[in-house]
């Protein structure tokens, strides 16, 4: 049974803060992985991507993967209200199919 | 680009109708997409993977008879929740991959179809 985890939450930061999500899977053959955000009501928005061991940073957001922990993370500098929103972590397994965690809803406090 | 069309976004209908979903990739062709199904404050399921020009593959415990998925080309895909019942009422979401190496920079979601049987 192939598994992502991560913390339910719900976390909650001020204003100005960084934000860091978790993730841990279970597959070792996982290939590439995503970090989506989706608003209540909506369908998931992909905001990041990372498929190499290391940082990738776009803007505000900063993945980190670490393969051999089976780990990657999710930083958001400067976490603004718009922010608010639950954040699903997606790791794509050699059949291409995504297994999404349960998703940690992050709240941003004016 | 790799934007995703899903409709409608919002159905109700009557206890045993049958109601499809539509799942177009606009600007890119989609060999592959994936139909998944959120209840409410749960992450997504995915139900079955949808391949052009063959039979979807469904995940244990998905009933392939009550949902059908037919993807008669390489950017339309379609779900037909077949006699529908109350606890089919979700949010129903559908993915597609890119081909080739796009792949790996993610997939695109559609907007999602709230449905609602009553």
């Known amino acids: 049974q192939k598994e992502v985890e991560q913390n339910s939450g719900p976390l909650s930061v001020p204003e100005g803060a960084i934000a860091s999500l978790n993730c841990t899977y279970s597959d070792r053959g996982s290939q590439s992985f995503f970090w989506y955000r989706q608003y209540s009501g909506k369908s998931p928005e992909l905001i990041m991507s990372i498929y190499s061991n290391g940082d990738k940073e776009d803007g505000r957001f900063t993945a980190q993967l670490n393969k051999a922990s089976q780990y990657v993370s999710l930083l958001i500098r400067d976490s603004q209200p718009s922010d608010s929103a639950t954040y699903l972590c997606?790791?794509?397994?050699?059949?291409?199919?995504?297994?999404f965690g349960k998703g940690t809803l992050l709240t941003v406090n004016p | 680009g790799a934007v995703v069309s899903q409709h409608p976004s919002r159905v109700i209908c009557k206890s045993g109708t049958s109601v499809k979903i539509e799942c177009r990739s606009l600007d890119f062709q989609a060999t592959t997409m994936f139909w998944y199904r959120q209840f409410p404050k749960q992450s997504l399921m995915l139900m079955a993977t949808s391949n052009e020009g063959s039979k979807a593959t469904y995940e244990q415990g998905v009933e392939k008879d009550k949902f059908l998925i037919n993807h008669a080309s390489l950017t339309l895909s379609t779900l037909t929740v077949t006699s529908a019942h109350p606890e089919d009422s979700s949010f129903y979401i559908c993915s597609a991959m890119p081909q080739g190496n796009r792949a790996n920079y993610g997939y695109t979601f559609g907007s999602g179809t709230r449905l609602t049987v009553v």
């Open positions: 997606a790791v794509r397994g050699s059949n291409y199919k995504l297994t």
